[in-house]
């Protein structure tokens, strides 16, 4: 009887596990549902529909919910990943969403490092998510080149979600993308000078560690390779919205 009893415990346990487990796998793949759906019809050509995620706010409400009740707990890396992408560049969204109208993120104080959000339950501001939960855990650069920080300096928002059995080659499809971009990467031939983003002067370790320099870093990506004797700078940051005018 009371082997029984105990194997009756176990047995509730497990199913209660199971549960929980299936709920939450059932939140993340909701999650990336409905933020594919959210940036497909919100965003253009990497510029966002503010106006009109602010006149029907109950849809990113719903995606803002979500995201503090899903649970990473059982999740793979690459599904940990894709949640990170995904959440950061919806979260950003919702900000101006909420705050609109703005002429740029930073006219709303702390938009990057003092307000929290809930984000698989703990509170973390959008700085927090980047550098504590994607660049430290994970050491991947190319996450400079998927997070959008809506404005037009940052590299372009893209509209679909990231999968997790997509995330590693769209994260190196959109890196390959940017760097081969003649607005993002400036060449000046005849000065012989390179200007390039300032994300790369912010977080030049991220670059260095992996690749000994900001120019190997790039080379790495880009087709037409950037020449060892020409000097690089960085171009003044442009944090205009990047609005959709409706």
Partial sequence: MKRYTVLTIIT????QSFSLEAQSNKDLNLFFRLSDYYLNKYVYH???????????????????DLIGKVDLSAASQNE????CINTY???VIYQVAKNYPISNPLDHDGFFDKNTHLIAGEELTLNQLE???M??????ARFHFVLACAAKSCPQLADFAYKPENVDKLLQDRTVMTLNDD???RIDHNAKK???????????????????SIRNYINKFRTEQLPADYTIGYYEYDWTLNEKKS
Avoid: P, T
């Avoid at 660049?135 to 991947?140: G, K």
């Fill in 80 to 83: 940990k990943i894709a949640f």
């Fill in 89 to 91: 560049n919806i979260l």
């Fill in 12 to 15: 509730i346990l497990f199913l």
């Fill in 183 to 185: 607005n993002f990467i």
């Fill in 46 to 64: 990497g510029m966002v529909d503010y106006k009109y995620a602010n006149r029907y706010s109950k849809e990113i409400d719903a995606l803002y």
């Fill in 194 to 212: 390179i200007m390039v983003s300032k994300i790369f002067e912010w977080y030049a370790s991220d670059f260095e560690n992996k690749e000994g």
């Fill in 131 to 133: 550098i504590d939960q």
């Fill in 135 to 140: 660049l430290r855990q994970f050491e991947d």
